[in-house]
């Protein structure tokens, strides 16, 4: 997995590229611990992620608990595979989602 991170102003935007899964998800996790201080708006770009595991879905629900103190968090550019996975676990309920 690739991720790249884009701060503007007390927005962070974490664009993922590839799979999510139980290899990669500490990773972000650890970026996550790392660069939420003074963020208000969180934003995952998932334009170029193939594959999200349930380990990837713990690490987008602790960053939503997270941001639900301190700010707001939204997922953008979700693909129907994605999508798919969102319903079917109902993550498309607890996110904010915009396809």
């Known amino acids: 997995m690739n991720m790249k991170q884009t701060v503007n102003g007390n927005e962070l935007c974490i664009a993922l ?7 990669t998800a500490p990773e972000l996790e ?11 708006e969180l934003v995952f770009d998932m334009t170029a992620l193939d594959y999200l595991s349930s380990a990837g ?21 979700v693909n129907e595979t994605i999508m798919e996975i969102f319903e079917v676990t109902g993550f498309a309920d607890i996110l ?4």
């Open 17 to 23: 590229e590839g799979r999510l899964d139980t290899t």
């Open 30 to 40: 650890k970026a996550l611990k790392a660069g939420l201080d003074g963020v208000k």
């Open 57 to 77: 879905l713990r690490v987008l629900l602790g960053a939503q608990k997270s941001m639900n103190k301190q700010g707001s968090m939204k997922v953008v550019h």
């Open 96 to 99: 904010t989602i915009e396809k």
